[in-house]
Nanobody, 123 residues
Framework: QVQLEESGGGLVQAGGSLRLSCAAS????????MGWFRQAPGEEREFVAAISWSGDSIDYADSVKGRFTISRDNAKNTVYLQMNSLKPEDTAVYYCAAREGSLAYRMYWYKYWGQGTQVTVAS
């Protein structure tokens, strides 16, 4: 069992930065691939980034490549999403998710989800 809690969301001006954190409970965190997803009002939840259990494999949505960086610290049971050069279209609730096995970009492959943290980018 893995429980996830996101933090670090907030209001930022376009061009600014935020770092999201996702703290995981459970002794098996290091064996889980982790993903970040986001959902804007009226939109479907979409893939943002994912990282393998070891951190060796990483994938990003095209919309965030070059601006967002996913990382993890297995000693702290935490995964991060560094978001730079934020745009108003990045406004959404951001969720972290965990799954056993390799990284994935489809939300239904993830078993565990956090409650989400709001990110609002003002123009």
């Amino acid at each position: 069992q893995v429980q996830l809690e996101e933090s670090g969301g907030g209001l930022v001006q376009a061009g600014g930065s935020l770092r999201l954190s996702c703290a995981a409970s459970g002794r098996t965190f290091s064996s889980h691939a982790m993903g970040w997803f986001r959902q804007a009002p009226g939109e479907e939840r979409e893939f943002v980034a994912a990282i393998s259990w070891s951190g060796d494999s990483i994938d990003y949505a095209d919309s965030v490549k070059g601006r967002f960086t996913i990382s993890r610290d297995n000693a702290k049971n935490t995964v991060y999403l560094q978001m730079n050069s934020l745009k108003p279209e990045d406004t959404a609730v951001y969720y972290c998710a965990a799954r056993e096995g390799s990284l994935a970009y489809r939300m239904y492959w993830y078993k565990y989800w956090g409650q989400g943290t709001q990110v609002t980018v003002a123009s």
